[in-house]
């Protein structure tokens, strides 16, 4: 969900505008995604490297998940009714306590709802996901639970964040970026890039459709033949 800031910006406003407004976006994005019926969606929020940003940005931020969480508690029966299931993956524990027990209690309200999962992720970064799997298996090695010579990519995939859910189909990059920006760099082995410029607060759902049907006009071949 990148372009906040630059969105404020160009407005004369201050970032923690851009980055309101862009809250507001996703709500609409993923009630979108579940409406078109889309299985399973994820947005970056946060990375771990935005800890680099000024500290007053980063506690606006931090503000503003705060505020979209509880949130998130009031709309418990439109997620019902949507089937809306929210998980948040990255290193949670960084994130100050409250905060950490508002995204435990929204996927736990939200558990059984089997429509359509919204990943969160927050304090997240690719090669951290694969580095703490790698911790993972190394440890079971060591435990001799595992042989390290008969490991697989489904090992890895079961040590991931993500592990009861698919790979990524179809990756969009709003704002006018041309890079990945550490993202679910295991799960994105196979899928399809879709750019745009729009920055994140001016994105619409009539994008996400024309994105969506890009998409299903492609052939994937997954390395094989056409």
């Not at 970056?44 to 949130?71: C, G």
Request: net charge neutral.
């Amino acid at each position: 969900m990148d372009g906040n800031g630059r969105w404020a910006k160009e407005r004369g406003l201050p970032r923690t505008e851009g980055h309101k407004i862009g809250a507001e976006v996703f709500e609409k994005i993923c009630d979108h995604c579940c409406d078109i019926g889309i299985p399973c969606v994820s947005f970056y929020a946060f990375s771990t490297e935005n800890w680099a940003r000024p500290q007053e940005e980063v506690a606006q931020i931090m503000d503003l998940l705060r505020h979209w969480l509880q949130k998130a508690e009031e709309r418990q029966e439109e997620n019902r009714r949507r089937g809306i299931r929210l998980r948040f993956i990255g290193e949670m524990s960084k994130l100050p306590d409250d905060i950490q027990q508002l995204a435990q209690d929204a996927q736990k309200k939200t558990k059984a709802h089997s429509n359509m999962i919204c990943n969160l992720a927050v304090n997240y970064g690719g090669r951290q996901e694969i580095l703490q799997a790698a911790k993972r298996l190394a440890l079971q090695c060591q435990r001799r639970e595992k042989d390290p010579m008969s490991l697989t990519e489904e090992d890895i995939s079961k040590a991931i964040y993500t592990p009861e859910f698919p790979d990524m189909d179809l990756l969009i990059r709003p704002s006018g970026e041309l890079r990945i920006s550490n993202f679910l760099l295991w799960q994105s082995a196979y899928a399809e890039f879709w750019y745009s410029n729009t920055l994140w607060p001016d994105f619409t759902t009539q994008e996400l459709d024309k994105a969506v049907a890009d998409f299903a006009q492609r052939g994937r071949r997954f390395g094989g033949a056409q």
